[in-house]
């Protein structure tokens, strides 16, 4: 099976934006597939903030994921996860701000 999807990104340019631009890395992921490699795939995205654009949404190319299903298992058995890769600062920047209420 072949599941096509296209993600979308909103961007909010922050003060210490000199670039014009912010890059991204996502992942799609089958959830029953990881830890495994072929489980996950991940993406690099530039969106730019053309002229004084503070916000912008973005659409990535087309993503194509492609599933083995066995014999005598339905499609809705498997979950597909889209997320953003983060480095480690700001993965404590989210737990903070959870734990904060925010």
Known sequence: MTVDLSVWIEARRG????????DFVY??????FVPRPEGR????????FEGNRMRVVAAD??????????RD????E?????G???SAEELEYNRRRREAGL
Do not use: G
């Open 61 to 70: 190319e087309p993503v194509s994921v492609k599933i083995p299903l066995a």
């Open 41 to 48: 795939a991940e993406f690099k995205v530039r969106v730019p």
């Open 27 to 32: 992942f799609v992921a089958v959830a029953q």
């Open 73 to 76: 298992t339905s499609a809705t």
């Open 84 to 86: 953003f890769r983060l």
């Open 78 to 82: 498997y979950e597909i996860v889209v």
């Open 15 to 22: 003060p210490a934006d000199r670039d014009h631009a912010a």
